[in-house]
């Protein structure tokens, strides 16, 4: 049978490896104190296209219940623990959850995920635990050669205040600065009359590389506290990371966010071979402010897919065949057992043990059955 686009089939190395990136997720967001979540596969739309989440509908598996509501396979995992959590009593701070989400924006329907959240915590101690999470995850996947990218999402907000952009020219100006198309990001802020802002904004599309790009703009923003510090949280969080690996810490001053309800620090991590990303993540704090709460949240989730795929450690198994027969089956699965090092197949068919490292077969000597290797 054919299948959905977006759909598909998958065997063998890459299953093997995201169960064991699973795996490996439990047990190092265990040891950090992460208590475990899941939310179910299916809400209601609204929950996701609320003002302050502000997920696109169009990019959802949808459909309509019999109540005419519309309901969607889970696209997004933070905002629906925001949902499960924001209720409860405040005792928990640190969660942590694995599965799917289902977008039709991306190549396939479906990805597989596991991440962190923080809430209620202290907002640096939440970043930092967030980001030393992710160094500390992937080194035990023996995942070493990436780079982390640190940007802001309110050094664009701050900048554009003056502007006084209604929703549609601040949506347009921030893909241009995603996109960094820096023609468009000019002619659109130099339409409104501010040909500083324009030329400062243009530039910050460029403002991407180590922190020496945060030395220079300290200089360039030295009479503007809130952007200031800024820059000192971001280069603090590089001089953590620094201080405990080796990583290369890029800095993007000019990045945006890419979801609406970020509203901090984000970061992303990039693995060199190919440059796909293997987690990203950020404050979010606004999106609490939709179920009444005024309080500090942060996360990040990891790629599950991508990092199944550049996992490198896996060593399959040798594998030996035991030829018997349905008389002296029993005497297989005996033997088995003995083979703890081995990936062990039964077999009727002697014509199979080509294919396999090792093999044996079970023999009658001297009145009783034995296991011979041939």
């Known amino acids: 049978m054919f299948l959905p686009a977006g759909s598909q089939d998958e065997t063998g190395t890459l299953l093997v490896n995201r169960a064991k990136a699973y795996e490996t997720f439990r047990y190092v967001t265990e040891k950090r104190n992460f208590k475990q979540i899941s939310t179910p596969a299916i809400e209601y739309a609204s929950t996701f296209t609320n003002r302050i989440a502000g997920m696109n509908l169009n990019e959802m598996m949808k459909w309509f219940n019999k109540e005419g509501e519309i309901e969607v396979l889970r696209p997004d995992w933070t905002t629906a623990i925001a949902r499960a959590v924001a209720k409860q ?4 701070q640190k969660w942590s959850y694995q599965g799917s989400v289902f977008r039709i924006d991306k190549d396939g329907t479906e990805s597989r995920q596991a991440g962190i959240e923080i809430v209620h915590a202290n907002s640096v101690l939440g970043e930092r635990e967030c980001m030393l999470t992710a160094i500390d995850y992937l080194k035990s996947l023996h995942i070493d050669k990436y780079v982390i990218e640190l940007g802001h999402t309110e050094i664009f907000d701050i900048l554009i205040q003056s502007l006084k952009l209604d929703t549609t020219q601040e949506d347009l100006l921030r893909t241009a600065m995603h996109d960094k198309r820096r023609d468009v990001v000019y002619q659109l802020v130099n339409n409104t009359g501010n040909s500083e802002i324009a030329n400062h904004l243009t530039e910050l599309t460029e403002a991407y590389g180590n922190k020496d790009i945060i030395t220079k703009y300290q200089d360039l923003w030295s009479d503007n506290d809130e952007l200031l510090q ?3 949280n971001l280069n603090n969080m590089i001089e953590l990371i620094e201080a405990t690996t080796d990583l290369e810490v890029i800095v993007d001053l000019g990045r945006v966010k890419n979801l609406p309800y970020y509203d901090g620090m984000m970061f992303r991590g990039f693995l060199k071979k190919d440059g796909s990303t293997c987690f990203s993540g950020g404050r979010y704090d606004r999106l609490y402010k939709y179920y009444q709460q005024d309080t ?9 897919d991508v990092l199944a795929s550049h996992m490198t450690d896996h060593k399959e198994k040798k594998r030996a065949c035991i030829i018997a027969s349905e008389k002296t089956h029993q005497v297989a699965e005996a033997f088995r057992n003995e083979l703890t090092d081995y990936i062990v197949e039964v077999s009727y ?5 080509s294919t396999f490292d090792l093999c044996y077969k079970v023999m009658e000597q001297d009145n009783e059955y034995k296991v011979v290797k041939l």
């Open 89 to 92: 009593p405040i005792h928990q």
């Open 349 to 353: 068919d002697e014509q199979v043990t």
């Open 296 to 304: 500090t949240a942060v996360g990040l989730a990891f790629d599950v």
């Open 230 to 232: 800024i820059l000192e």
